[in-house]
Structures are given as structure tokens and as C-alpha cells.
């Protein structure tokens, strides 16, 4: 009844605040205006927007209801679709506030599942979910659950993979009905996650990695394969969607993503790397401008690196190979961007009859990397550029800190905690630039800046601890110090219960 009710209460705090954080009890909540990706799931659906034009792009506040319109097209491939159809998408009419319910309620189901693995050794360790959980009730992260994106999939299934990896290292491997939820936590959350948008498959491929690793049960062989038989089962449920997906986005967006590649960050970071991707020099000039919003016309090589956006992504990808500088240099821009989180370009308050879409202003609107000038105008407004690269670092460090010295299974988890979260953050950016270049980088990374916050607060958890473990410490008698440091075994061996096989303290 104890962990029950440590469950049950986890899961309420998080179904509440994440409601109260987006006003799902009024009738308007906070949510993420459409930039015109949203018709990607609605209108293949056979939705429209309850607007006078049936849009719901740019119209300076959030379009919350929707009604049955004709189908056009095949919608994108995602773990978002689903989770709309699961909210009702398709009836008419169709509110997106139930689709924020739906992802309040998944964050708060993982949350109780993953509380109730965690107080196998006592209520206090679902403390060790905080560093995942409290940015959920940060409304720049939030708001996206009311929303036509797929980053909201993206990050409930982010989620999941932070709950099952504190799971999974809280408990011992004799606790088999936890170690299989933290399993299925991460493997759920890894394959939601990377089958929402092609540029969230580290949230995929680190959830298959920590399942291959897991210890399950015994000593033996048996207990060592059931976590490499979950990762290949992960893999084989993530295939077919995640290469549909890339093969939608390839076909939809033929070559656009390559040449927001090529001229937004290759000849923008390697001036005069026209004769290694095979263009004319007259390219060089356009340097820096993305597809949206003007266009391919008149732009110099444009019509090539359409017509074989594959072909030229490659070369993109070999250059910035040879030029690891000019690399590093792409991704510390992903990582600054991350600190645009709040993406103000996007409204969040609902729309209303009247309501018109007011242009930002360049520093605003710099985000979006549409142009060279307002985007390094944003660039340069960024207050602490430092700061999210600091983060990383430090998470990466705690992390092989957590692998490399035994210590007290508390600074263990968070440590470890931080180093994976920094290590997913930063190959989330590294995609989205690899992917699309600058063009909406903060936009693109928004999921890696809940993955730093994650890593943050983890490092602030891992210096609480251990600042309390050196006083406790200091102030014990001799012969408590020393049973206190015999048990900073990470793993301990045994029964299930956590307790020595023995059975002697």
C-alpha cells in the first residue's frame, strides 16, 4: 500500500501540474501555434482547422478545434499521428485540448509506473525521477502537447527512457518485475520517441543500448540476455516506422532539407566549398539564406541539389567530414540555439476571430535561420552562449565519473542520469544540423534543450548528494564511516530484496 500510494501520488502531481501549467481547465490553453508543419498530420487525417480559411499556419494564435474536411495526401509517418487518433482526431468536431489531456495523462502514467519501481527501496527514491520530471511543468516544453507537431511524442518518449534508466539503476537485477519496467519504460519511450520525426533517433538508439546492457535476474547466462532480446525487439518494432518516415520526409521534401544543408551551414562555415560539392562559385553569394521563405528561384546551383537531394547530401556530409572545425562550429551553433527553448515566433495563447500574426523582430526571428543576418543577429542576443555547452560537459563528465569510480548508488543514478541525458542532447543537435541545416535550428533542437535541462538539474541533484554524504561523513563516529563506506557498492549482490545473500547486515 506504501509504494501504491507513492505511485499514485507521483502520477496525480505530474497529471496536475502539467494540466495547470497548460490551463486544460479553461477554455483557453496554452499551446504551439502552427509554422506550417502541422498539415503534415491534420489534413492527411481528414481535418481541417475551424478558421475562415481552414488554415491553421500563421494566424498568430493557436488553432484549438478542428472539423472533418477532405484528406490530402498521405500524413507524415509518426508516433504523433497516433497519439492524435488515440485523442479523437477525426471526429467532428475535435478539440486539441484532449490531445493535451492524452499527454498529461501518458507523462503521468510513466511517472506512477516508474515511482512505484524506484520505492522497491524505499518512498524517497522516486526523488531521483525529479531531474526528468520538472521541466515537463516548464511551459516552453508543455505547450507542445497542445499542438499539430510531433515533438510532443518526442518528448513523452524521452521521458519514458529517463524514467526506465533511474529504474534501472536503482534496482538490483534480482528485482525481476522492476528491471522489466524499466525495460519496457525505456524501450517504449525509445521507440515512441524515435518514430515521431527522424531527428529524434538517439532518444531510439540510446533506449536499444541501455536495454542490451540491463542485468535481468540471475547470474547466468539467462539473466544477460533478456535485455539484448528486448533491444533487438525495440529495433524490429522501429524499423518499418522509422524508415516510412524517412522516406515520406524525403519524397515530401525533395531536396529542400539539402539545400538548407548546403547553403545554411557547408558554404555558410567553409566559404568557398562550391568546388567540392560540385556547384558553380556563383553559389557562394547566397550563402547563409535557407529554402523558406523565398525560395529556390534564382539561386545558383539550387535546381541540381533539388533534382539529387541524396547525392548532394552526401557530399554535404563529406565535406563537413574533412572540416571538423567548421563542423564543431555547426553543432556549437545547435547547442547555443537550444537556449531559445521558448521559441517566441510560435504563439502560444489561442486563436480568436480578429486575431492576426504579427511579424518578430529580427533578433526573434533569428531562431527560425531563415537568413544569415538575423540569425547570427539572434546569435549574438543569446545572454549565456556558454551555458548549454558548460551543461553537456559536465553531464558527460558526471557520467564517466558514475562509470569509472564506485560510490553511493544515489550520486550514481543522478550522475549517470546527466550523462546520458547530455549524450542524447547533444546527438539530437547533431542530427537536426546534419538534417536540415540552420533553417528553424531552435526549433529543431527543442527537444535536446529539455535533454540539458534534464542534465542540469541531475548535476544539481548529484552535488546535493554529495555534498550531504561528505558531512554525514565527517560528523559519523569512526566505525560508522566505515560501515557507511562499505555500502557505496553501486550494484550490491544477493537476493531481490536488495539485502546480502547471506542474509547478514
Keep these: 500500500m506504501q509504494r501504491l500510494s507513492v505511485a499514485v501520488s507521483a502520477a496525480v502531481v505530474m497529471l496536475f501540474g502539467i494540466a495547470l501549467t497548460l490551463g486544460l481547465f479553461g477554455n483557453s490553453p496554452s499551446g504551439a501555434g502552427d509554422n506550417g508543419d502541422g498539415i503534415r498530420l491534420f489534413c492527411g487525417a481528414g481535418m481541417i482547422p475551424d478558421t475562415p480559411t481552414g488554415r491553421s499556419n500563421w494566424l498568430g494564435g493557436v488553432a484549438?478545434?478542428?472539423?472533418?474536411?477532405?484528406?490530402?495526401?498521405?500524413?507524415?509517418?509518426?508516433?504523433?499521428?497516433v497519439a492524435l487518433r488515440l485523442a479523437g482526431m477525426g471526429e467532428d468536431p475535435f478539440s486539441l485540448t484532449r490531445l493535451g489531456w492524452l499527454y498529461a495523462i501518458a507523462a503521468a502514467v510513466v511517472t506512477g509506473v516508474a515511482a512505484w519501481a524506484l520505492s522497491k527501496r524505499g518512498p524517497a527514491w522516486a526523488l531521483v525521477l525529479l531531474p526528468a520530471a520538472v521541466p515537463l511543468f516548464n511551459i516552453d516544453f508543455a505547450r507542445f502537447f497542445v499542438s499539430m507537431f510531433a515533438e510532443p511524442a518526442g518528448l513523452v518518449g524521452g521521458y519514458a527512457v529517463l524514467c526506465g534508466l533511474a529504474v534501472a539503476l536503482t534496482t538490483d537485477p534480482g528485482n525481476r518485475v522492476e528491471r522489466a519496467v524499466a525495460l519496457v519504460l525505456m524501450g517504449a519511450g525509445g521507440l515512441v520517441a524515435g518514430t515521431a520525426k527522424p531527428s529524434f533517433?538517439?532518444?531510439?538508439?540510446?533506449?536499444?543500448?541501455?536495454?542490451?546492457?540491463?542485468?535481468?535476474?540471475?547470474?547466468?547466462?539467462a539473466g544477460r540476455v533478456v535485455g539484448p532480446l528486448a533491444a533487438v525487439a525495440v529495433v524490429a518494432a522501429a524499423f518499418g516506422?522509422?524508415?516510412?518516415?524517412?522516406?515520406?520526409?524525403?519524397?515530401?521534401?525533395?531536396?529542400?532539407?539539402?539545400?538548407?544543408?548546403?547553403?545554411?551551414v557547408v558554404l555558410e562555415e567553409i566559404p568557398g566549398a562550391t568546388a567540392e560539392l560540385g556547384l558553380t562559385p556563383e553559389a557562394q553569394s547566397y550563402a547563409g539564406n535557407a529554402y523558406f521563405p523565398n525560395g529556390p528561384a534564382g539561386v545558383p546551383g539550387a535546381d541540381e541539389i533539388i533534382a539529387k537531394g541524396s547525392e548532394y547530401r552526401t557530399r554535404a556530409w563529406e565535406v563537413l567530414a574533412a572540416h571538423p572545425g567548421a563542423a564543431l562550429t555547426a553543432l556549437s551553433v545547435g547547442v547555443v540555439a537550444t537556449e531559445s527553448r521558448d521559441l517566441v515566433y510560435l504563439p502560444s495563447r489561442k486563436w480568436l476571430p480578429g486575431m492576426v500574426w504579427t511579424a518578430p523582430e529580427p533578433t526573434v526571428a533569428g531562431s527560425q535561420g531563415a537568413d544569415r543576418e538575423s540569425l547570427r543577429a539572434w546569435l549574438s542576443s543569446v545572454a549565456l552562449p556558454w551555458k548549454p555547452w558548460a551543461v553537456a560537459v559536465l553531464g558527460l563528465l558526471a557520467g564517466v565519473f558514475a562509470l569509472l569510480r564506485r560510490t553511493n548508488r544515489a550520486l550514481t543514478v543522478l550522475c549517470r542520469t546527466a550523462g546520458v541525458a547530455a549524450l542524447i542532447g547533444l546527438g539530437v543537435v547533431a542530427l537536426a544540423i546534419l538534417g536540415d541545416g540552420y533553417f528553424e535550428v531552435a526549433k529543431h533542437v527543442w527537444l535536446a534543450a529539455y535533454l540539458f535541462d534534464v542534465t542540469l538539474l541531475a548535476l544539481v541533484g548529484a552535488a546535493v548528494v554529495a555534498v550531504v554524504t561528505a558531512v554525514r561523513r565527517r560528523s559519523a563516529p569512526d566505525g560508522a564511516e566505515t560501515v557507511e563506506a562499505s555500502s557505496a557498492e553501486p550494484v550490491p549482490t544477493g537476493g531481490g530484496d536488495g539485502r546480502p545473500a547471506n542474509g547478514t547486515a
Design 201 to 221: 533517433a538517439p532518444v531510439l538508439a540510446a533506449a536499444v543500448v541501455l536495454c542490451a546492457v540491463l542485468r535481468f535476474g540471475s547470474r547466468g547466462w
Design 241 to 264: 516506422p522509422l524508415t516510412a518516415t524517412v522516406a515520406w520526409q524525403d519524397s515530401s521534401y525533395k531536396g529542400v532539407n539539402t539545400f538548407n544543408l548546403v547553403y545554411t
Design 64 to 81: 484549438i478545434d478542428f472539423v472533418r474536411g477532405p484528406a490530402c495526401g498521405v500524413p507524415q509517418p509518426s508516433s504523433a499521428l
